[in-house]
């Protein structure tokens, strides 16, 4: 049989911090003086912390100087952290554990392929950091998606092919990174907002044992339904 692997992505995926993204990131912007709604949020998600900061300053039409900009992510990322160290396991998204179960069954090695940098804190906040044969994060990679790195590297430290990877994304960046890696992308989330993804599907409760050879089979959505 040929060796598989499977790449998650973090936010959006496994847990849900873009909520506190939100937050602190509004923290700032209310410090600036103008309004960072939810939709604004929308913009952030699966982007890297210095790309947030610069959407961030354009919402607001605001012009700093790189100094001010390199303090404003030292503070947004403190403002962040305080949510994040009160995390735990009940703050896993619903089907994680479960998934993880599966592919320990079937002997299928898992990494993390995230933008954030404090991935590695996130999953040992929520139980689940030991579980990972490697986490590739936002310390980890040069480029963010929807450059294929973070997820090529991923391949990398499970010694598996590309095409025999198979990447969990909620972000249109990430889905992209995915297909241009030549994975199989599979979408959680809003499948319109995903359509470039090889399988969509609404959250990982949905992933049981026959679906997970579905997606290891190769064979694509698109193809199948051709
Ligand atoms: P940090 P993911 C991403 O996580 C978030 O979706 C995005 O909103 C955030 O800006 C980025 O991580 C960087 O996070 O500030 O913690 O380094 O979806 O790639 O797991
Ligand atoms: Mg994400």
Redesign the pocket.
């Known amino acids: 049989m040929k060796k598989t692997g499977v790449i998650f992505?973090?936010?959006?995926?496994?847990v849900d911090?873009?909520k506190y993204?939100f937050l602190a990131w509004k923290n700032l912007a209310d410090g600036l003086g103008f309004e960072f709604t939810e939709q604004h949020?929308e913009l952030?998600?699966?982007?890297?912390?210095v790309?947030?900061l610069e959407i961030l300053l354009d919402i607001g039409n605001v012009n700093i100087s790189e100094e001010k900009k390199q303090e404003f992510l030292i503070s947004?990322?403190e403002e962040?952290l305080k949510f994040?160290t009160k995390m735990d396991a009940s703050e896993l998204l619903p089907g994680t554990e479960k998934l993880l179960d599966i592919l320990d069954d079937l002997g299928v090695k898992y990494v993390?392929?995230?933008?954030?940098?404090?991935?590695p804190l996130?999953l040992k906040q929520v139980g689940i950091y030991d579980r990972f044969a490697g986490i590739v994060?936002?310390n980890s990679v040069s480029k963010a998606?929807p450059d294929p790195e973070?997820f090529l590297i991923g391949a990398q430290r499970l010694g598996v092919k590309p095409e025999n990877c198979v990447v969990f994304?909620?972000?249109i960046a990430?889905i992209e990174a995915a297909n241009t890696a030549q994975m199989v992308s599979v979408g959680i989330g809003d499948k319109d907002t995903l359509n470039e993804a090889d399988f969509n599907f609404e959250s990982l409760t949905e992933i049981n044992t026959d679906v997970i050879k579905t997606l290891f089979s190769g064979k694509k959505k698109k193809e199948q339904s051709a």
């Not at 952030?44 to 912390?49: A, E, F, N, P, Y």
């Not at 993390?112 to 991935?119: E, M, R, T, V």
């Open positions: 992505d973090l936010d959006g995926v496994i911090t873009a993204h949020n952030l998600k699966g982007v890297s912390r790309r947030s947004k990322n962040y994040i993390l392929g995230s933008a954030s940098k404090n991935a996130i994060d936002g998606k973070v994304e909620d972000a990430g």
